[in-house]
């Protein structure tokens, strides 16, 4: 039971370049979601998804791009890189969400990109 | 707005020690409050997560008390040890619709414990 992984753990893009972060849960879990952790800052929500074929926004969506296809995966698609960009993303599930009080959200390594 | 602040910003304490780190936030309507251990290069792991109806909650040596009135929690670790050497998160959760939630996290106080 490998819980949720990320791949790669570390990436050095040049800005305008494309890449996709990618995530995968072996837990069944219905919710994902992508935060980035800027330096001194807390976890921002990037996006996040309720199911299969379901996404939202979160807090922080531009210049990312997600989809979810099957249960297990949810990758993050960043289309057009910028120095903005450069920080720590992590990728988390849980079983239930919304107001549920447990809700416990697992999180992955995480992957540091940077954007030059 | 949503905020979570978190004090001290570090801190560092001999091993064996005692020590309780801080959580002030003005988030609403609460749902509730989870502490979470980050270890340096790794992702978030749950301590703690707690209802506005409880008011401490323990996790081996982690003990996380909650006074909702006040909007203040507290994480207070017993006979420290250095695999403690971490950054501690508080996160709030506050309700957004009926079946929806929003998770607030603060900065986390990066405590180290040594020899």
């Known amino acids: 039971n490998a819980g949720v992984t990320q791949t790669p753990k570390f990436r050095i893009l040049k800005i305008g370049q494309s890449m996709t972060l990618q995530c995968t849960q072996d837990?069944?879990?219905?919710?994902m979601y992508w935060y980035r952790q800027d330096p001194g800052m807390g976890l921002k929500l990037i996006y996040y998804s309720v199911g299969a074929g379901i996404t939202d926004k979160g807090e922080v969506p531009n210049g990312y791009n997600v989809s979810r296809s099957t249960t297990e995966d949810f990758p993050l698609r960043l289309e057009l890189a910028a120095p903005s960009q450069t920080s720590v993303y992590f990728c988390?599930?849980?079983?239930?969400?919304?107001?549920?009080?447990?809700?416990?959200?697992?999180f992955g390594p995480g992957t540091r990109l940077t954007v030059l | 707005k949503n905020q979570v602040e978190q004090s001290p910003q570090s801190l560092i304490i001999l091993e064996g020690k005692n020590c309780t780190l801080q959580c002030n936030y003005t988030v609403s309507p609460f749902s509730n409050l989870r502490w979470y251990k980050q270890d340096t290069g790794r992702g978030p792991v749950s301590l703690t997560i707690?209802?506005?109806?409880?008011n401490t909650k323990s996790n081996g040596r982690y003990t996380a008390t909650l006074d909702a009135d006040t909007k203040q929690s507290s994480l207070h670790i017993t006979a420290s040890q250095l695999s403690d050497s971490a950054s501690y998160i508080c996160?709030?959760?506050?309700?957004?619709?009926?079946?929806?939630?929003?998770?607030?996290f603060g900065t986390g106080t990066r405590l180290q414990v040594t020899l």
């Open positions: 707690m209802t506005f109806s409880e």
């Open positions: 988390a599930s849980s079983h239930l969400g919304g107001q549920i009080s447990y809700n416990e959200q697992f």
């Open positions: 996160v709030v959760s506050a309700i957004v619709t009926g079946t929806a939630s929003k998770l607030t």
């Open positions: 837990m069944n879990h219905n919710y």
